[in-house]
């Protein structure tokens, strides 16, 4: 099953390329994950660079990159959708292409913190642990023998009843 995890308005390419690396990692094969959001910088923060590095992830993956990619012609078709910005609610996001789930999954935006080094580090991390939380158990789900409206149910479950990092 392929999933987008999506920014609706970040420029900073951290929470979903953060998201990115977990369920690839998680999913074991079972999921392949993409990240875009819709005003991308260009540029991978150097924070969620690091700390993917410091927990063993390959980084070669990471770029950023505009949503528009996966609307083009013989871009892969999503199964899921899921919007990790803190604000994605409130904002116009695009209608993809074969009508995957979608859910929200708030993420305050690591690289908005302001303090010292590390407290910005530390604010990556809170968005890692978060992320991880969620990813995990959208991937112990029963995918097989779930129905779509319960999945939807469950997916918008995982984005309420974890608290936002921050």
Known sequence: MRIHLTCCSCAR??????????????GQGRFKAFSAGSQPKGEVHPFAIQLL???NFDTSFARS??????????????HFVFTVCDNAAIES???????????????LDPAAAEG??????????EAYRLLNSRLSIFT???????????LQRRLDEIGRNLPKAG
């Open 13 to 26: 390419a951290a929470r979903s390329i953060l998201a990115e690396a977990i369920l690839n990692r998680v």
């Open 53 to 55: 590095k410091s927990l």
């Open 65 to 78: 990159k505009s949503w528009e990619e996966f609307a083009a012609p013989g871009a892969p078709e999503m």
């Open 93 to 107: 996001c695009p209608v993809w292409p074969g009508q995957p789930m979608t859910a929200h999954w708030g993420v």
């Open 116 to 125: 010292t080094n590390a407290e910005k580090h530390l604010a990556f991390a």
């Open 140 to 150: 112990s789900l029963p995918m097989a023998s779930i129905d779509k409206l319960a």
